[in-house]
Each structure stands twice: as C-alpha cells, then as structure tokens.
C-alpha cells in the first residue's frame, strides 16, 4: 500500500482521494451505534433523570413523591451534614491537588537524577496507584488506630506526645484521610511530571548551570514552564479525583464521627441507599455536577491560554 | 557531563529514605499478614514467627477465590468491550467530517462533565427493574457504557494526530469502509488502545462503587466487594483481615511488577490525547 501511494499517478488525485476517505469514514456511521446506545443508557438517561429527581422529595420506593423545587438544595447548603460534606469535598480538593502535586514534582525530580536506584525507586513510589483504594483504606484504618503503627511509630522516636485519635477526633479526620489520598495518588503526579521532565532538554539544564542559575532557580525558571502541560494535567487530575473521593472515606470512617468525614460523595450514598432521601441524594449529584463541571472549564480555559 | 558525585550520592540516599518511611504501611500489611494472632512481637516489629496460616484461614473463609474469578471475568469482558465498541465510534466520529459527526462527538465528550454520582440512584433501578441486580452482565454494563466519553475522547485523539494515507491507499485499493476500518485503523491504533487497555483494566479491577451496588448481597462478588465482606466479618481479626487484604491486591500487584513499564506508560500516556 506505501508503495501505492508513492507513485506519481496517484498525487494529481489528492482531492477526490480525500472525498472518497471522507466517505469510507462516513459511510460506517452506524460503528458509534453501540457506543451511543450504552452511553445514553448508563449516562445520559439517568443523569437527567438523577437532575429531575433533585426537584422532587422522593424516598425511592413510594409511587408518589411530591414536587419541592430547589427545596433539596437549600437543605444541603444548611443542614450541618450537606454543609460539613460539601466543606470537607472542596477542602480534600484543594490541599491533596496543591500538596500531591508538590510532592509527587519533588519525587520526579529524585528520580529523573542520574541516581543508581532511580528505576526500583519510581516502580516503588507508583506501587499504591495500582492496588485498590478499598485495601488501602482498610491499612490504613488499622494503621490510625488509637494503638496502631502510627502512633506506635511516634512512641519509638520520641514523639509520644503527638500521638492521635486520627481517625475518631473530628476535628483530625479530614486531614487524617488526606494524608491516605495523597499516599496513594502521589506516584501518579511524580508519573506525569516525569513523562514531562523527559521533554526538558539536558543541554537546556546544562544552559541554564553554565549561567550561573543555581539548582532552585534553574527548577523554576527553566524546568517549571517547560512542565506546564504536566502540571496542568496533575491538576485536572487531582481536582476531579478529589471533588468525587468515595472509597477512602468509606473505608475508614463512613464519613463518621458524626458525619464530620463526610463527602458528597459518601452523603449521596447514605441518603439514596440508606436513607431513602432520594431527592437529596440526587441534589447532591447536581451539586457535584456543578463543581466538576465548573473545575473543568477553568482547567480547559488555563489549557488553551498555554498552548495558545 | 553527569558523573556520580557525593551530591548524588546524598541525593540517592534521601530518595532511598523517603521510599523506605513512604513503604512503611506496605510493611506493616505484609508483616501482620505473616503474624500468627498470638505473636509476641510488637506491631512494628517484624514477626517472630513467620506463619502462612493467615493466607489459608483467609482463603478458606472468605470467599475471596469466588471475587477473584469474577474480577477476572468482569474486567476482561470489560476491557474488550470498551476498547471494541468505543474505536468503532470514534472512528465516524473524528473521520467522517460531518456536521453530525462533530455534534455527536460533543455530545460523548459532554459525559466527561457528568460525574457517575449523579446518576448513581436512576440507574441503579433500571439496572434493577431489568432484573441484572447480583449479575456480572450488569457490572460490566454499567462500567462499559460510563467509560464512553474518556475512551472515545482518547481514541479521537489519536486519530486526529494519525495521517490518513493508509486508510486512502485502502479505500483505493478497494476495501469496503468497514474492512478499512477492521483491517487497517484500527491495528494502526495499538499504541493508544493498549494505553486505554491498561487503564480500564486497572480501574475496573479496582472499582468497589459500582459492584458495591450492583452485587452485594448476591454470591456473585467481585474482590472488592468480598475484601468489604471479609473485613466485615471478621471484625478486628487483622491478622486475618491483612491476609485477605494482601491476597486480593497479589494478582494486580504481581501483573504491575512483571509489566511495569507498559503499565507506567498507559498511566503517563493517556492523558496526552
């Protein structure tokens, strides 16, 4: 076929070459049907149902349920649990995306150098970004407890006094399960960021130390807008990861004590399939529809400002 | 230029150090996993005496052969499926260069913006009333339909960047557009699809949501579901719970140290689609 298209009786033809593959593609219109047949059945369709319930105070079962308007959603944003679990969704956003990202840049870095364990070190660090989130989650309960590894740990180096209820003080669990995300999630970021660090040209690096530019300056100035494409995925990432975290909290503290590890996530689970609050179980998706959604554009609108 | 300095060799020494205090839970599971209940050692210490006892006792009760088997099952059938069904769209979708090819590959994108959450409670009760609650076939449907938007939006990707020559030297050489497709795009297309190959099949055999609902309470589980039960059933056995832990993430942690470097590479690859 190469052969085909090197010849020279072929060039003159490009246009109606060009026509005639237009048409191969389009005349097989029907291969997205299966694609589109499973995406309106497990997406479309009960999105906009999920969105039609949030109007309404069904409890699921019952044949009747009431129209309500934003009723749901103003409960969410004053009842103290739809407050505490859109607080704690928006605040594991923010501090696992800024910290992940630091730690997993500052881990790239260790293992881009040209040290001998650098190839065992990154299989090492990635490890937890493949096993599930729910054995994780179960670790580390076990490694919180009151007597666990943790404080234990704490205990032989001295630092009894910051031993923990981790899990059970409610004013500790939030960061508690942070501290797990970003265990878990952080060899992801040190990934990407070394999928961009191999596009920094050593000759670059090498540029920037002849100048005199110190290791810290050359990071910023020279390795860091040359990853902005890296660091903007990472981002993308851990903020929509974030915003939907369910299997950690699960695990560890059904959103407990008292419902001061809440996500929107683990509420929406509660209430739809413990509580039978349908309706504001279905609010709460909308809400964190909005977040996503809203998160998304920012991300695709700072995206094309790079590239552009 | 780089020769192995006493800088590098600091440097090499903090990376070892952070990766041993960042492996530390991974010790700690293993280590209890290996402890028999009554071991005298402390929780950090290693054990005394190493038992394999745990791992019996942990296969005998808890059901976790059964979640095993499925997870395969289901993750296989999934990632066939996604990988199939998904490069036949995107192919009209990203080549056909018709109004309602572009209109219909907003529409798959605009699923990306709809987080599963959303339409958790719907769904689960037309997956019900079709009567695929406790069934594998719902699982997967489930997992195949909501991975449409990413997978498309990766394979449309690719497409985009893949010239068209191949595909006219066939059309011209007369193959119908179907066999155009089959027998030359779609192989063109390996290096994404084993990125997206990757990538669902580690998500699938690690997702717990979506079998949680579908499958609990039934005596088809995945592994997931059954390390939730397990772990429920035994209360604070961790010795034994560790030991269940450690038998479910052994397949894919086995898989991840054999392929490392395609798996990395699927997790580092697509995302630049």
Known sequence: ???????????????????????????????????????????????????????????????????????????????????????????????????QNLLGFFIALGVNARIKSRNILRVLFFAPVVITSIAIGFLWQNLFAPNG???????????????????????????SIMI????????????????????????????????????????????????????????????????KIFDQVFTMTKGGPGGASNTISTLI????????????????????TVFVAVASVIQYRLLSKQEG | MYRYTWRTAILEAVMILTALIFLFPIYVLFSLAFKAPGDPSSLIAPPAQPTFANFIDAWNQGGLGGGLVNSFIVTSITVVLVVIISAAAAYPLSRAGARWSNVA????????????????????????????????????????????????????????????????AAAIDGASPFRTFWSVVFPLMRPITGTLAVLTAVATWNDFLTPLLYLSGSDQQTITVAVYGFVGQFGAQWNLIFAGIVISILPILITYFLMQRSIIQGFAGGLKG
């Open chain 2, 105 to 168: 590959y907003f529409g798959f994108l605009a699923g990306l913006l709809l987080p599963a959450q959303l339409g958790l409670l719907p769904l689960y009760q037309t997956i019900r009333d079709l009567g695929l609650l406790g069934s594998l076939a719902g699982v997967i449907l489930v997992n195949v339909g909501g991975s449409m938007p990413f997978s498309i939006l990766l394979y449309a990707g690719f497409l985009r960047a893949l010239p068209t020559e191949f595909e006219e």
């Open chain 1, 1 to 99: 076929m190469a052969s085909l298209t090197e010849t020279p009786l072929t060039e003159p033809a490009a246009r109606p070459r060009r026509r005639r593959h237009r048409s191969a593609a389009a005349a097989v219109w029907w291969l997205m049907l299966p694609a589109a047949a499973l995406y309106i059945f497990a997406v479309i369709i009960p999105s906009v149902q999920g969105g039609a319930y949030s109007l309404t105070d069904w409890d699921g079962v019952s044949t009747d349920s009431q129209f309500v308007g934003l009723r749901q959603y103003v409960l969410i944003f004053t009842d103290p649990y739809g407050q505490t679990a859109v607080k704690n969704t928006v605040l594991i956003t923010v501090v696992v995306t800024i910290v």
């Open chain 1, 149 to 175: 590894a943790i404080n234990q740990v704490l205990e032989l180096v001295g630092l009894g006094a910051l031993r923990q209820d981790w899990l059970g003080n409610a004013d500790l669990v939030v960061w």
């Open chain 1, 269 to 288: 689970y509660q209430n739809a399939f413990q509580l039978g609050r349908f309706g504001y179980g279905a609010a709460l998706g909308v809400v964190l």
């Open chain 1, 180 to 243: 797990v995300i970003i265990w878990q999630n952080v060899g992801y970021s040190m990934v990407i960021f070394l999928a961009g660090l191999q596009g920094v040209p050593e000759e670059v690096l090498e540029a920037a130390a002849i100048d005199g530019a110190g290791p810290v300056r050359r990071t910023w100035h020279v390795v860091r807008p040359m990853l902005a494409p890296a660091i903007t995925i990472n981002v993308m990432l851990s903020v929509i990861g974030g915003f």
